[in-house]
């Protein structure tokens, strides 16, 4: 591309129009339109979301949306990393594209580039322990083991609550 590339952002809160506005800009554009909504990467998370709708979706390219499973592991700076990439694919081919969603910090790392790409190192056992179907007893037992600064605090809330 001869023009520098222009980004338009479309952020707020969920429920606003973002969606309706970013397909508009899209088509007077003839461009895409990248997700940021970190509640919206995720297949099976569609109540209180406000997932574009199949038609919304098919009126304008979408990307990062409902294209990660719940259970597996996508952080800010994967997404930042993925972003920047399809934005390298996008500005390619067309002068703009737009960036959408109400997670600012995701907004954030793709604007300001904020440099989350270092892989965090995390015991592999974590995620999948915790995402587990287990019983207060047996969280509590974990909690112990493995954070008992959070166990107190939640021991705290819930005697506090109990008070209320």
Request: charged share 15%.
């Amino acid at each position: 591309m001869s023009k520098k590339p222009l980004l338009i952002c479309v952020v707020g809160a969920t429920a606003i129009g973002k969606t309706t506005l970013s397909i508009a800009l899209a088509k007077a554009f003839d461009t895409e339109i990248i997700s940021a909504d970190s509640r919206q990467f995720y297949t099976s998370m569609n109540i209180g979301t406000a997932v574009p709708s199949t038609q919304e979706l098919a009126a304008a390219p979408h990307h990062f949306i409902q294209h990660k499973s719940i259970f597996d592991t996508y952080s800010v700076g994967d997404f930042e990393r993925d972003a920047l990439l399809k934005l390298d694919t996008l500005f390619s081919k067309k002068s703009t594209a737009i960036l959408v969603g109400g997670s600012g910090l995701y907004v954030d790392a793709v604007v300001n580039d904020l440099h989350f790409h270092p892989q965090v190192l995390r015991p592999p056992s974590l995620r999948s322990d915790a995402m587990q179907p287990t019983t207060w007893r047996e969280a509590n037992v974990w909690l112990a083991k493995n954070m008992p600064a959070v166990l107190g605090s939640l021991m705290a809330l819930l005697l506090t609550l109990l008070i209320l």
